[in-house]
């Protein structure tokens, strides 16, 4: 996947306006904000020279900009969805949504998938019923695992906690066997604590 090479510019630019126009330091500010998150909503800064690690730390701030003041959901968690596929190359991203005792699919990229799964059943069925991240090395070896797709090999599965009650689940598909691991974990696990945020009380 190639990267995108972004523009140079500098994070102490609003610093020096500051300098020159004391009296404009929060327009200036405020206006080189919105500039940025524009620039964010049309292309992601991405190297993909970096180890995953450090493509994580590049993601998530971006993310983070991109979804500050935006009170729509749904725009959150399919942007959310979006940017993890395209930066990672991941067979399937999505979230599904928690709706009485059963999890229904919300924002997602990539191929057609399952609508509706049962507490406890499958991997995010599972994950949601243990209120836990589930790394899966093989799907084939996970106990009633459902096969919304044959190619999905590996996955993840991530739980949104909002006051300490499961409100979605992030679910991240490879068709590569053991393709995720305590990176992807700790990464996808602090995303998932912005997402809590988008939910209502």
């Known amino acids: 996947m190639p990267a995108t090479t972004a523009r140079p510019h500098s994070p102490n630019f609003g610093s020096r306006l500051w ?41 998530l701030p971006q993310l983070e900009a991109l979804t500050t003041g935006e009170p729509d959901l749904i725009a959150n968690l399919a942007n959310t969805a979006a940017a993890l ?17 059963e999890l229904v699919l919300g924002p997602f990229q990539g191929p057609i998938a399952c609508t509706r799964i049962r507490r406890g059943k499958g991997v995010c069925g599972t994950s949601w019923a243990q209120a836990t991240t589930l790394l899966v090395p093989d799907v084939e070896q996970f106990p009633g695992h459902i096969a919304c797709s044959s190619e999905s090999k590996s996955e993840i599965v991530v739980p949104v906690l909002k006051n300490g009650q499961v409100v979605a689940v992030l679910d991240v598909d490879s068709d590569q066997l053991n393709d995720f691991d305590a990176t992807d974990q700790q990464a996808l696990e602090q995303l998932m604590q912005l997402a809590a945020g988008w939910f209502a009380e």
């Open 85 to 101: 596929r395209q930066a990672f190359g991941f067979f399937w991203v999505g979230f599904y949504l928690v709706k009485e005792d």
């Open 19 to 59: 300098l020159i126009a004391p009296g404009y330091l929060v327009a200036t500010q405020f206006l080189l904000r919105r500039f940025f998150l524009f620039r964010m909503a049309e292309e992601l800064l991405l190297d993909t020279t970096l180890s995953k690690a450090e493509q994580y730390r590049q993601l």
